[in-house]
Structure formats: structure tokens, C-alpha cells
């Protein structure tokens, strides 16, 4: 089986201006959110699979595949990683038993601004595991499958900006959430991946597709950072602070007074390109280099 080259690591190394991962607020106390940008999205074909690293430590928490089991039996799916059944990675979905013996798995597709937290239905990789002829097995669980013309699973019918809700412990004690956004063809034969975040503190909820919701208190006074062509500054103290954007041949290409403690400016229309972002607030300038591409 082909296995995409999925350790965020390095390979995501390529796009630093957008795939390092983004702390920002997630509007709970102590709440902080890991953001993952995967730019350019990662395409997952028919034989090939993605090792998801959900807070980018080297080790994998997620596996995730398109794979056929016989004729007209298509499946993409994704299983919690590493394979031992004492592992707590889980993912929100239902199992059902068919023959009284063999347990299909399927993955919720979790819409955008839903809590994900320990309220989920979580299955862990023990849930998938069943036995024949005295031997242990088990299959991914599918985001969707089909199988002689029928389509099962939450992920078909044009489902788009959902996400994959996913429970990971780091440490082997305490349990994080997260989610990964994601896409699936139709016929199961594809799966495209977007973007991913965990929550850094255990036990707290997170919100589906949500990246910033609100500020954290931190020793800069401005945070400023790109987000799919708009840039994103950050402040509890707005008063008298001036927001000045130039493009790399010095131009500004926008301007203003900051009112308000999240501002947000779009480039779009500006064009990709790293821009230099600065903000000036008693005769102090905090300045930050952002990038689309």
C-alpha cells in the first residue's frame, strides 16, 4: 500500500508561512487551540494512506485509508493508531454488528461549530475488534463505504466543511480533543484533507472547524497572524493603535485605526504574497510577516 508522506513535521515544512501550527484563543478558560493548516490539501487515492499527527510529536495518532476489500467494496476510512486495544484514541461514530460478527465502524461527520468534548460518542480501536477462527481482527471504519451499489456512512451526499471529531492522549493519561476537516468522493475511492486542530489543554471542549473565537491574555500586546487570505490582529487594548499593511516592494496596501480587539483585514483582492504586517500604539511598533500563497 502507497503511504503518503504524512508527518506534518516534514512535510509540511513546504508551506511554513500557513501549516505552522497556530495557537489561538478558544474563548474557555485556559482553552488553547493547536491550529494545522494542510496547504496544499493532501489527497488520499484508492491503495494509499495518511499518518495523522495530531499535535505534530513525531508519533502517530490517527490512521487513515482508502482501501477495497473485493469487488465493488469501497471503503475510506480511518482507525485510531498505534493498533493495540488498551489505546484511549478514539473517534466519534457508532459500530454496527453484522452477522453477530463482524463489526463495521463508521466515523461522524461532525458540522462546523459543534462541541466536541467527552459528550461524544467515542469509539476507541477495541470497538472495531472482532474475533474469527480464534484470531483477533479488525477494520477501519469508514467515513463512507460502498458496497454493490449501496452507499453507507454520514460522509456521502455532497457533505463538505465537516469534520472528524478525534480524542487523543498524548501522555498516556490525559485526553485531548480535536477535529480534522475533510471531504469524500462519492464513491468512497477519495478523501481529501483540509485542515486540523486539537484543544491544549485536557479536557477541555472544542468547536468543530473553529480556529479563534477569542483572545488569550499573553505578554505581546498585538497577535498577529494569516488565515486563507485575511489577516487576523489581536488585542485587548485597541485604544490608540494604528494598523499599517505593505507588500514586500514597500506599497501599503491598507491602513486603519484599531477599534475593536479582533480585526480582520482581507488581502484577497491584493493578491498572494507576504505582506508586513504593523502596529504602532504608543510610539511602540509590533510587526509580523505573513504569507498566502
Not at 456521502?156 to 490525559?174: C, V, W, Y
Request: charged share 15%; aromatic share 10%; net charge neutral.
Amino acid at each position: 500500500m502507497k503511504q503518503k508522506n504524512t508527518r506534518l513535521l516534514g512535510r509540511l515544512k513546504q508551506y511554513s508561512a500557513l501549516t505552522v501550527p497556530l495557537v489561538a484563543g478558544a474563548g474557555l478558560a485556559n482553552g488553547q487551540v493547536v491550529y494545522t493548516d494542510i496547504n496544499p490539501d493532501v489527497e488520499i487515492e484508492l491503495g494509499e494512506s495518511f499518518d495523522l499527527d495530531l499535535n505534530n510529536d513525531g508519533n502517530v495518532d490517527f490512521k487513515l485509508k482508502v482501501a477495497t476489500y473485493g469487488p465493488d467494496w469501497y471503503r475510506a476510512a480511518l482507525a485510531p493508531y498505534p493498533y493495540y486495544t488498551t489505546n484511549q484514541n478514539a473517534f466519534a461514530g457508532y459500530v454496527n454488528t453484522l452477522g453477530g460478527l463482524l463489526k463495521l465502524g463508521y466515523v461522524s461527520a461532525i458540522p462546523q461549530g459543534n462541541a466536541i468534548d467527552a459528550n461524544n460518542d467515542w469509539k476507541v480501536l477495541n470497538d472495531l475488534v472482532f474475533s474469527y477462527n480464534a484470531n483477533a481482527y479488525f477494520l477501519f471504519a469508514a467515513m463512507l463505504s460502498t458496497y454493490m451499489g449501496g452507499v453507507y456512512g454520514q460522509w456521502g451526499g455532497g457533505i463538505t466543511d465537516h469534520s472528524i471529531a478525534l480524542r487523543f492522549s498524548p501522555d498516556g493519561t490525559n485526553l485531548h480533543y480535536g477535529w480534522l476537516r475533510c471531504e469524500v468522493t462519492p464513491d468512497a475511492r477519495k478523501i481529501t484533507l483540509k485542515d486540523y486542530a486539537f484543544e491544549a489543554t485536557a479536557g477541555a471542549s472544542i468547536q468543530a472547524g473553529v480556529v479563534v473565537s477569542a483572545p488569550q491574555p499573553q505578554a505581546d500586546p498585538f497577535r498577529i497572524f494569516g488565515f486563507e487570505g485575511t489577516v487576523h490582529v489581536m488585542t485587548e487594548k485597541p485604544q490608540g493603535a494604528t494598523l499599517r499593511i505593505t507588500n514586500m516592494l514597500g506599497q501599503v496596501v491598507h491602513s486603519q485605526d484599531l477599534t475593536a480587539k479582533h480585526t480582520t483585514v482581507n488581502l484577497n483582492s491584493k493578491g498572494k504574497g507576504t505582506y508586513l504586517v504593523s502596529v504602532t500604539q504608543d510610539n511602540s511598533v509590533t510587526s509580523k510577516k505573513v504569507s498566502f500563497r
